[in-house]
């Protein structure tokens, strides 16, 4: 027999034993010296631990020996020799395993069926509870259980073993866990994924990211998110809420770059808040400005500035850098609305809420509207600089997930070179994504339709619409769908139309249109945030689109869809 066979033999042989003396167990007394040895384990010393233990079993016998050599095996594995710890196994009798000795045992033999490709093996191994083991290895149980079921076949399962364990976890560990738990999740089809969340109990972690699965598919959530800690803002001081849950902020500060390189964009956002605030009859917070400057040091100044203040609750800040530093600092004394995601992707504080215009938002929304369109073979197009970079990650990521196909992947710049034989290369795509501005699009259209493309679905994203505005000149646009905002399209109420505003405010005309109905909607989010807290119907109707709250504290928005015809964006029926 070869090795490599006989290692998984023996571990395969030897879970057998572990289960079948399950019922005869006794609890073991550690003497002072294997407690010694566990606590050099518990310091971070996993070799020096095993190194000791074994020593402590050639001179004992029996049970003691053991329950020795299984906490040295442990140990070995700890320290990252398999080998070592393979050769202890044929030696150690479970039954004389039991509590926490016992749970490190199952552990150990579970991590190892499942690098000898055995998740059979690994779930009994792991039996059905991680209560046997200490606090901080029962994530490590659920996200062995987690990989067992996974390559079992039942990813729902999977995802919920490692929501179980996400809360033990820290670091780029506890993201990687999550983008696991997304990707399991993703890969389920919409009937599935709607029964099963339904049937979750109340509480259960997993809920949350099924919901947050479910609203991007445009599917209905059973029933609202569960907020547990998240959502412990303290409303006392704010009058009872309106019958369709207006109830705002007594006292708001808004963070705005009202200075610096991103002036421009604050002062769009700031007039959108205000177009909203003036717009409302009903009693309104007092709103104070604060100016961030765009940088980091003025957010956080301006934020201390706002607690300071008596503020019961703060709008922004704006700057991705700006957020990243803001949530860096941990629970905030008053909670906020962020006006971006930080660059880590992490959720908002517990009490506070995330809202943003990502680049990656568009890519993951391009890639569910072509796979509801039954488009599972895709042509990435995207543009070198950072938001078409981000888009085209985060379709491929999401597109890939939802069991789609990239049959190909092309970058561009802004002077747009002949790339007919890559597109002719790629003729096998049943669609397009385009992460790419107007300008570059219209270049691209006549070279997409030489290459047989013409007639297939295009997609692009909200940067579709930045550099155009002449009918004439983006006649090659026609049919490219995008993801827009509600309100020029279907417009809002308590806003004119956006091509009546556009007359005469330059901060609400063409580009800037678009962070104008961002500033509107950041006003109806902090008026109506316990109203989408606590539901789960339709979510609130914006000027950006439809917005939901998910369980993590960000604001999710389904957007409304557009294409251009006759050289004009114009909204796709039934796409709002």
């Keep these: ?49 095993a190194q000791q233990l074994e020593a402590q079993a050639a001179g004992a016998s029996g049970a003691q020996r053991s329950r020795l050599l299984a906490d040295a095996a442990f140990a070995w594995h700890e320290a990252g020799d398999d080998a070592k710890a393979q050769a202890l196994l044929p030696q150690i009798q479970p039954r004389h395993l039991a509590g926490a000795q016992r ?42 259980r987690g990989q067992a079921l996974e390559a079992s076949g039942d990813a729902f399962a999977a995802a919920g073993e490692r929501a179980q364990a996400d809360a033990g976890l820290a670091g780029e560990t506890r993201s990687e866990n999550q983008r696991a738990i997304v990707r399991l999740l993703a890969s389920l089809d919409d009937a599935t994924l709607s029964s099963r969340a339904a049937a979750l109990p109340a509480g259960d972690p997993l809920y949350n990211y099924a919901g947050r699965g479910l609203i991007s598919r445009g599917l209905p959530l059973p029933r609202p998110f569960d907020r547990g800690e998240q959502w412990s803002v303290d409303t006392s001081k704010r009058p009872p809420a309106e019958r369709d849950g207006y109830r705002p902020p007594v006292k708001m500060a808004v963070l705005l770059p009202l200075s610096g390189n991103l002036a421009a964009a604050g002062a769009s956002v700031r007039d959108g808040l205000l177009a909203g ?38 709008l922004g800040p704006l700057g991705r850098d700006e957020v990243s530093a803001l949530f860096a600092r941990g629970q905030l004394p008053v909670p906020v609305l962020a006006l971006n ?4 992707g992490s959720a908002p504080p517990a009490g506070s809420a995330g809202f943003s215009l990502a680049p990656e938002d568009d890519g993951i929304m391009a890639a569910e509207y072509l796979l509801a369109r039954e488009r599972r073979n895709v042509l990435i197009i995207g543009s070198n600089d950072d938001s078409g970079r981000r888009s085209a990650a985060a379709f491929r990521q999401r597109f890939s997930e939802r069991g789609g196909q990239i049959a190909g992947s092309i970058s561009v710049g802004d002077a747009l070179a002949d790339i007919g034989s890559q597109l002719r290369a790629y003729a096998a795509a049943d669609s397009v994504f385009l992460a790419v501005r107007g300008p570059q699009a219209r270049m691209l259209a006549p070279q997409l339709a030489l290459a047989g493309f013409a007639g297939k679905t295009r997609v692009g994203t909200s940067q579709l619409v930045q550099g155009t505005g002449n009918a004439e000149e983006d006649m090659p646009l026609e049919g490219i769908a995008f993801p827009s905002e509600s309100w020029p399209s279907y417009g809002v109420g308590g806003l004119p139309s956006a091509g009546t505003l556009a007359t005469t ?39 950006t689109g439809t917005l939901h709250l998910d369980g993590f504290g960000n604001i999710l928005r389904t957007p409304a869809w557009s294409t251009f015809s006759g050289g004009r964006p114009q909204p796709i029926a039934g796409g709002h």
Aim: proline share 6%.
């Design 103 to 144: 749970g490190r045992f199952g552990l150990l033999n579970a991590e190892l069926a499942l690098a000898a490709q055995q998740p059979a093996q690994a779930l009994q191994a792991l039996g059905s509870s991680a209560l046997d083991l200490p606090q901080e290895l029962q994530p490590r149980w659920h996200l062995a």
């Design 277 to 314: 605030y003036y717009g409302e009859a009903r009693r309104r917070p007092q709103v104070d400005f604060f100016d961030t400057a765009g940088t980091v040091a003025g957010a956080n100044a301006a934020y201390d500035r706002a607690a300071a203040s008596g503020a019961d609750f703060v």
């Design 1 to 49: 027999m070869n090795k490599p066979l006989a290692r998984i033999c023996s571990v395969s042989l030897l879970l057998l034993l572990f289960a079948g003396c399950a019922t005869t167990s006794v609890t073991p007394t550690a003497s002072p010296e294997q407690s010694a040895a566990l606590a050099l384990l518990a310091q971070g010393k996993p070799r020096e631990a």
């Design 505 to 543: 405010l330059p901060t609400a005309r063409g580009a800037a249109s678009r962070l104008f109905a961002f500033g509107y909607d950041a006003w109806l989010i902090t008026a109506y945030l316990e109203k989408l807290a606590a539901g789960s119907d339709g979510g609130l109707r914006g000027a």
């Design 341 to 344: 995601r930080p660059a880590d």
